[in-house]
């Protein structure tokens, strides 16, 4: 059976772990159209601390990876710490042969619960069949910066002063 058939690939879904890297270096050349410079696989996989990816391994090639954030959410007056999906490919060869699931039905084991905000109209079709339902609808988001990627910038090059954070 070819591994682009319907058919299950013979895989091992892992934890991401540093010696994945070259392979998703691979995987990102061959299925993803976001940056895949050096600073931003680094930083997306080595250094980013709340970052987690899991990959699917069929020998030494990555075939399929699912990242997530850790983030807590608000629900009601609750908080509580969720890892929320996003890029969740797939090598092309072997998409419709249930890859994708399987990556995301690890991720579905691990403690913390899963949470999705937006997709791709395959991904929202997907979610409810393996149990996900929605919780609420997102009204409002945050970006997570610190002051200085917010203070705006004099015409000479030199930091506003009315927004204090970091170094310029």
Known sequence: MSAGSRGRVALQIERFRPEHMPAVRQLADA???????????????????????????????????????????????????????????????????????????????????????????????????LGWRTLDRATSFALPLDGSALRPRCADGSADSRVSGGPP
């Open 31 to 129: 299925a993803y159209r976001r940056p895949r410079e050096n600073a931003f696989q680094r930083w997306a996989f080595l250094e980013g601390p709340t970052h987690r990816a899991w990959v699917a391994m069929q020998d030494d090639s990555c075939v399929g990876l699912l990242r997530a954030f850790a983030r807590t959410y608000r629900f009601g007056d609750d908080r509580v710490g969720c890892l929320e999906t996003f890029d969740w490919y797939v090598d092309p060869v072997h998409r419709r042969s249930a890859v994708g699931v399987r990556i995301l039905r690890a991720a579905m084991e691990e403690s913390e619960p899963l949470v999705n905000v937006g997709g791709s109209p395959d991904t929202l079709a997907l979610l409810p069949a």
